[in-house]
């Protein structure tokens, strides 16, 4: 009980309950290394006498927490801590601006923003927190839209180097806003990568979240590239010749999207363009860009350059350079001044390019635009860990319990960030991270969205069923969100797939924080098991026919994915078990579909089917309705399989026909299946309970 005591002071779980009625006991050891993993002693039954002792002590002195939340209404959430202040405490408020506040503040006057907080009781007791004002609720949808979802790697042109990039991404998101009346377009996370060979593809196990791969880059829209001349152009246009050969090859002759090689062309080339000096507006930009973006843009340029000459693994490099703040680091940082200065370069041309994005998203009509993918934590070797490593669990890894999906659990390898630094920090690192990627974002997703409460934290060498939860201040993770969202005027969307705990959804809700839904799973699960009527489902989400790590909907409707997981030993049952189960929950679909008049009797068509789910998704009340783009032309693969690795191809597959035969972003421009699938969505069908929307009809 003296353990299970101390934990709880500290967030870290003793149990969990999986499903209703159940409870599971978290072992002792994992509770002990997570404490430890928070500082804590709890190794022996007298430390963790002591522990408990220093913590409850701790907590009797503290006059107040190390941040508070302030929730902008009329009148105005006061905290619970402020409320409980002794009489006659002293206060006084600095705003993030300089301005001083002291005496009574009038809470409601307060201006949004993170301020410091101070407090002197009577008692001598005093305090500094800070105070976190937000609004109320994110910014909303101006209406019922619809959009694409797409791994922008995936959709190359005929200008791609090999894979997708920022130019493609303009150019999709002008033609859907223009042609499609699309709102939005959905893209995976575009985080920096752990460089090496091979290089991880995923993009949600990034070296950083705070900064954008270069990768991305449209070489030719970097305005030096028209100024080389003699050998220097020869070289570009000797290395746009054999970009040209690797896109022929996706394209062509099946290869994969091999990002390394992609890289391998265009560092070559931006050494090229890097060359070009800078004129003075462009170099003055350049040094605001620096200016701005300040300790963090120099941390991670040194990681960078600190990887280019000894290895991305931190763990062979020379003594004193794996502290980002050591005398060793600094000295290292102007030996490589000129390397760090080009990363910091690169930074600067990948935030223009995601800005032209997202201007062309607007200029082209989208009311959302570009909808940007938060991942939900970083390689345990990368720059964020190197340059933040007082923020992380040292010996955690971030995964999820056992379920009725993975009787085994899940360990993805991510460090978690630790609650208790969070706080004391004001929740900078979080904030940082949300406003460097809402710089040129309409909306933010933000993958595993239940985070924002508790993780699942492994200790390294255990196994995840050995892993427990640990919670963290989700008034504060929301509040943070909530302020930058509206600072930046962006939607935020929540993949809250899965298990969630009780309450969760409710207060995203509550701070205007849509959900995911996704058609196959939205079933009545507590009574008949039949699907959701359309009109029942919340309208606070995003409407799904599919994700990423899901079966395209052509590969769901013909049973292919079943095929490829038995293929690859996936699958848990035997192969006719599996294949009659999905066939029976598409033949309910199906029959529901035609039940409501949006898919015609007949002969099985798969066109139409497809255009009949989106149709079905039309008709809910949800706020935006997302297009797997795969699903347009008929896509049978996934782009992730989860619970595979070298078996199959995650995250380097283009996008393709039925027949896997790759198809470019002209292609698609004239695709007939794709433009009969989204005239469907440009017409339009009102929800049963609500209005048509004017604006797509």
């Known amino acids: 009980m003296t353990l299970a005591r101390l934990a709880a002071l500290h967030g870290v779980a003793t149990a969990y309950a999986p499903s209703a009625g159940v409870t599971v006991p978290v072992p ?11 500082d804590v002693d709890a190794g022996t039954p007298e430390a963790i006498e002591a522990s408990l002792a220093a913590a409850e002590a701790a907590g009797a002195r503290r006059l107040l927490p190390p941040t508070l939340v302030l929730w902008q209404g009329a009148p105005p959430e006061l905290p619970r801590p402020l409320a409980a202040l002794p009489p006659g405490t002293e206060l006084r408020i600095t705003t993030e601006h300089g301005d001083e506040v002291s005496g009574t503040p009038r809470w409601e006057r307060l201006p949004l923003g993170v301020h410091r907080l101070e407090a002197a009781a009577r ?31 995936s959709l190359l042109s005929a200008r791609s180097w090999g894979m997708g990039d920022l130019g493609d991404l303009r150019e999709l998101a002008g033609w859907a806003g223009r042609a499609l009346g699309a709102g939005f377009v959905q893209v995976n996370p575009l985080h920096a990568a752990v460089p090496g060979t091979p290089t991880d593809p995923s993009p949600y196990r990034p070296s950083s979240r705070r900064f954008p791969d270069p990768v991305h880059l449209r070489i030719e829209d970097v305005p030096e590239s028209g100024y080389l001349r003699g050998e220097d152009r020869a070289a570009l246009d000797a290395l746009t010749g054999r970009a040209g050969e690797l896109r022929e090859g996706v394209l062509r002759k099946g290869d994969l999207i091999d990002r390394d090689a992609v890289w391998v062309l265009k560092r070559q080339a931006l050494e090229l363009l890097r060359q070009v000096p800078l004129g003075p507006g462009r170099a003055a930009a350049f ?82 635009g570009i909808v940007h993918d938060l991942a939900v934590g970083v390689h345990p070797g990368g720059a964020d860990a190197w340059a933040q490593a007082d923020a992380f669990a040292a010996g955690m890894s971030v995964g999820a319990p056992p379920d009725a999906f993975n009787a085994r659990g899940q360990d993805w390898g991510l460090p978690p960030w630790r609650p208790d630094a969070l706080a004391a ?29 508790r993780l699942w934290w492994v200790p390294e060498g255990r196994e995840p069923t050995e892993g427990t ?42 701070r205007g924080v849509l959900g995911t839904s996704v058609l196959w799973f939205e079933r009545d699960w507590t009574g008949t098991g039949r699907p959701l009527p359309p009109e029942t489902w919340r309208e606070d989400c995003v409407a799904t026919a599919t994700t990423h790590d899901l079966p395209s909907t052509a590969a769901r409707l013909t049973g292919e994915h079943v095929g490829l997981r038995h293929r690859l030993g996936l699958l848990t049952r035997p192969l006719e078990e599996e294949r009659d189960e999905d066939a029976q929950e598409v033949a309910e679909w199906l029959a529901y579909l035609r039940e409501l008049d949006l898919l015609p009797a007949g002969p099985r068509d798969e066109e139409a089917e497809i255009r009949a789910v989106y149709r079905f998704l039309r008709r809910t009340p949800a706020r935006m309705t997302g297009v797997w783009l795969p699903d347009a032309v008929g896509d049978r693969r996934p782009q992730n399989l989860p619970g595979t690795w070298d078996q199959y191809p995650n995250w380097r597959l283009p996008l393709s026909d039925a027949r896997g035969r790759p198809v470019t972003l002209e292609e ?28 797509l009809l």
Request: proline letters at 5%; a neutral charge; glycine letters at 8%.
């Open 28 to 38: 002792d050891t994992t509770v002990t290394e997570v404490l430890a993993a928070l």
């Open 123 to 153: 008692d001598g007791r005093t305090a500094r927190s800070a105070l976190v004002v937000a609004p109320a609720r994110v910014p909303q949808p101006a209406g019922r839209g619809y959009g694409v979802l797409v791994q922008l790697y």
């Open 287 to 368: 040094r605001a860009f620096r200016a701005e973006q300040g300790q963090a843009l120099t941390d991670h340029a040194t990681w960078c350059a600190l990887a280019e000459r000894y290895g991305s693994d931190q763990g062979q490099w020379p003594a004193g350079l794996r502290d980002p703040r050591s005398a060793r680091t600094a000295r290292a940082r102007d030996e490589l001044a000129d390397r760090v200065d080009f990363h910091r370069w690169l930074a600067w041309l990948t935030d223009e390019q995601l800005a032209a994005a997202a201007h062309g998203a607007r200029d082209a009509g989208m009311d959302i």
């Open 425 to 453: 920090s004001g929740y900078a690192p979080y904030r940082d991270l949300l406003r460097g990627l809402l710089r040129h974002a309409g909306a933010l997703r933000i993958d595993h969205v239940m985070g924002l409460f």
């Open 469 to 510: 939860y640990v919670r963290y201040d989700a008034d504060a993770m929301l509040a943070v969100l909530v302020l930058e969202a509206h600072r930046a005027g962006a939607v935020v969307i929540g993949e809250d797939l899965g298990t969630v705990e009780p309450g969760v959804r409710e207060a995203l809700q509550r």
């Open 668 to 695: 698609l421009a004239v695709s007939p299946r794709l433009h009969a699938l989204m005239d469907e969505l440009r017409r339009g069908t009102a929800p049963p309970t609500g209005p048509p929307d004017a604006r």
